[in-house]
């Protein structure tokens, strides 16, 4: 970061300031010196005053002083008559040596003056740009800690020794929950937990532990119910009791900064994860509805079934019985896909599920899915058309004979029995080079569903409405529809691909299963 | 003689069920929670088949099948039935793999239970003698010894691969075998992984001896695990 390069220096003391008083001091001198003779006394003293208020543009306060002095001296030694001699033969000689040196002292007053305010100005403009710099970079920044370094690095050269940090990764606070940067023995990491807890800071004037010879700097994170700081900082002092307070104060905005950045960072974590558990909880909430009235229906049936058998048993005749133990098989098995269904919503929803995907063949799945519907409701029109020469799909078995009996299920319940259900598979439209992906389709001639429906009835708290969608003669709300859609449209969408309904012309759904593709193996080498 | 079924499941209200469905149907049953009761039961008890639950608390029913496999006795191809939940997949495969006869998805009707259990029975013994050479099933005729293969009574060619292939299911028929049975057996157990060889010929066999190819009703698919034939008529004679 640009501030941490933007040293703040007390002086400027480089070589070459020095070269440039000594050049004007004796420059002064040698005119002095060379003119000795043609110009008056009163023309040298004022060329060394000229002198000496040059140099004084380049020298530290002190060396202007002596160099001021130096050469009243000399002046009073080299060109005062007596020459040679520190004596003064004539009383307005005198005086014009207390006129220089009153003079000079006035002049080197002024330009220390001057000097040290152009300094103090100099310092802020710095101190400014680099709180500007520190705050651009942390506003931008989404992870503060990643600036962490730049801020040790700028508290480093304001105070020309070693920082350290403690900074907070995430809170609330804990032992774990902190990074160190830098150094720090166990005093000062001790100093720096008990600011970083406090929010306090202590060392040379704070008020607390003057008598350190380092600052400990809470970064604090701005008012509110805010925690007191979200870190500290280590700023190692020269000597026990040095440093002044308008370093410290600007040390303490930068280390504020810090804490500020870190404080919005947290607050924004904190509301982004309030959020996520939020829908989290409505989403479960809204299956558990969706479960528990799914449950609830077949469920019903087999206990009414079996306390009849249980309770009339003997007054029952045996066609009697045989229908209720029928409907507590059928109902069972409907229980028994529902759970299915739940547990494969579950896996697929939790992160990292792992499909078992190998290559598979459409016409079997298919072939699969026919045999299982035609036992359980005989005697409907249902029939398959595919492709001839269909890729193999590169795909997880049981899952999408799981989808296409789901999505048989539905169909074969929501239509008329009279109505016939259609599984087809064809290729899908190429895209690009990409291998062709594969379209498999339920298609009923059902009631249909309303579009504004199509993309909701996948949600799992969704169940068409009877009436507004439409259950033909069959006035049963379509009870495991939302549980059954939302595990196909899973499915699909953990094997890449994709599950749409689509409305057919002249009436009927058409639900549709777009795969994606797969590079074909190699065929069996050798005897066909 | 009385068949004798060691069930071993470790639900208490299935485990009644399914003793009092078996001894209905004249089955002499032993049963065991747990498989460390059931490899005392198998040691002790003798049983004709096994039918094991997936899933008990004291293990995953591996070291039950290979004691019963290891034995030279008359006993040592004891049949095993599994029974496995819905998505405990790759232990049945697994086991599927290491020999046991066949399995079962719960829930299962007592129907099947009691076809999967006829069928295991005829082919105990076929392990260790001559393997079954005949398969009759709708119209279908397989003679493996004299290498002929017959639909409505009309002779099938059948490329060397295929027979190979519908071979070892007629040696299984009833049967599920597991996908690297079926490519260890016909192409050598360094192409056990080459499922779409297995989806290639099935298709084949299926254009072959199918009337309708996409909805087969004696090559069948066991998605994700493996073929089986349907079983075969008994013979005439």
């Excluded at chain 1, 989290?280 to 509805?289: I, S, Y």
Aim: net charge neutral.
């Amino acid at each position: 970061m640009p501030a941490g390069r933007a040293t703040i220096t007390a002086d400027r003391a480089a070589p070459l300031a020095w070269a440039a008083g000594a050049a004007a001091w004796g420059g002064a001198w040698l005119a002095m010196l060379g003119l000795d003779g043609t110009i008056a006394l009163a023309h040298q003293a004022l060329l060394l005053v000229l002198g000496v208020a040059l140099a004084a543009l380049w020298w530290p306060a002190w060396a202007a002083l002596a160099g001021g002095a130096l050469g009243v001296l000399a002046f009073n030694a080299l060109l005062v008559p007596p020459r040679g001699s520190l004596w003064i033969a004539r009383w307005q000689d005198a005086l014009l040596l207390a006129l220089i040196a009153a003079t000079l002292t006035v002049v080197l007053g002024l330009i220390t003056g001057l000097r040290r305010q152009a300094r103090q100005a100099r310092q802020h403009q710095l101190q400014a740009e680099q709180l500007r710099q520190l705050g651009e970079a942390l506003r931008d920044a989404s992870l503060p800690l990643a600036h962490a370094g730049a801020l040790q690095a700028a508290l480093a050269a304001l105070t020309r020794g070693p920082a350290a940090l403690l900074l907070c990764r995430r809170w609330p606070l804990a032992e774990d929950s902190v990074d160190t940067i830098g150094t720090a023995d166990a005093d000062e990491t001790a100093g720096l937990w008990h600011a970083l807890r406090q929010g306090q800071a202590m060392g040379p004037g704070t008020g607390r532990h003057g008598e350190l010879d380092h600052w400990i700097l809470p970064l604090r994170g701005g008012s509110g119910p805010a925690p007191a700081a979200l870190g500290a900082a280590l700023l190692r002092l020269p000597g026990p009791g040095r440093g002044d307070d308008a370093l410290r104060a600007h040390a303490q905005a930068l280390c504020d900064q810090m804490g500020v950045a870190l404080q919005r960072q947290f607050s924004r974590q904190a509301a982004e994860a309030a959020t996520a558990q939020a829908q989290l909880q409505a989403v479960r909430n809204a299956l558990l509805t969706a479960i528990s009235h799914d449950y609830r229906t077949p469920l019903a049936t087999i206990l009414g079934a079996a306390s009849a058998l249980q309770d009339q048993g003997p007054r029952l005749d045996a066609q009697q019985r045989g229908v209720l133990a029928g409907r507590i098989v059928q109902e069972a098995g409907h229980l028994a896909r529902l759970a299915d269904n739940t547990l494969q919503l579950a896996r697929l929803d939790a992160p990292g599920v792992v499909l078992r995907r190998d290559w598979e063949s459409a016409e079997e799945l298919v072939g699969t899915v026919l045999r299982r519907a035609r036992q359980r409701a005989p005697g409907r029109a249902l029939r398959a058309r595919l492709e001839p020469g269909l890729p193999l799909l590169l795909c997880d078995a049981m899952l999408l004979t799981q989808l296409l009996d789901n999505l048989v299920d539905n169909a074969l319940r929501h239509t008329p029995p009279d109505s016939p259900v259609e599984l087809l598979v064809r290729r899908a439209a190429a895209a690009g080079d990409a291998p062709p992906g594969v379209v498999l389709a339920v298609r009923d001639r059902g009631p249909g569903i309303a579009p504004a429906w199509r993309s909701r009835i996948f949600e799992v708290f969704q169940r068409g409405e009877p009436g507004q969608v439409g259950s033909g003669t069959d006035s049963r709300p379509r009870s495991g529809t939302g549980v059954g859609l939302a595990v196909c449209r899973a499915i699909a969408r953990a094997h890449g691909g994709e599950l749409v309904l689509r409305g057919r012309n002249h009436g009927g759904s058409s639900f549709e299963c777009h795969l994606p593709g797969a590079v074909q193996p190699v065929p069996a080498e050798g005897s066909p | 003689m009385t068949l004798r079924v060691l069930l071993v499941e470790d639900d208490a209200a299935l485990r009644n069920t399914l003793r009092d469905a078996l001894q209905v149907e004249g089955y002499g049953v032993q049963t065991a929670a747990s498989l460390s009761e059931a490899r005392a039961l198998a040691t002790h008890a003798a049983p004709d088949l096994v039918l094991l639950d997936l899933g008990l608390p004291d293990g995953d029913g591996e070291a039950l099948l290979a004691g019963l496999r290891q034995r030279r006795s008359a006993h040592g191809n004891t049949p095993v039935l599994l029974i496995s939940a819905r998505h405990g997949e790759q232990q049945k495969i697994h086991l599927l793999d290491a020999g046991a006869d066949d399995y079962l998805v719960k829930p299962f009707s007592v129907g099947e239970l009691l076809a999967r259990m006829r069928v295991a029975l005829r082919h105990r013994g076929t392990r260790l003698a001559p393997a079954i050479t005949h398969h009759r099933s709708g119209g279908l005729l397989v003679d493996l010894a004299a290498h002929r293969v017959q639909l409505h009574g009309a002779d099938v060619h059948l490329t060397p691969t295929e027979f190979k292939l519908l071979a070892r299911l007629v040696r299984s028929a009833g049967q599920v075998v597991t996908h690297r049975q079926l490519l260890a057996d016909v192409w050598g157990a360094e192409h056990v992984d080459h499922t779409h060889y297995l989806r290639l010929y099935m298709g084949q066999l299926r254009a072959k001896l199918e009337a309708e190819p996409a909805e087969p009703q004696r090559l069948l698919t066991e998605p994700g695990v493996g073929y089986r034939l349907v079983e075969g008529e008994p013979d005439a004679d």
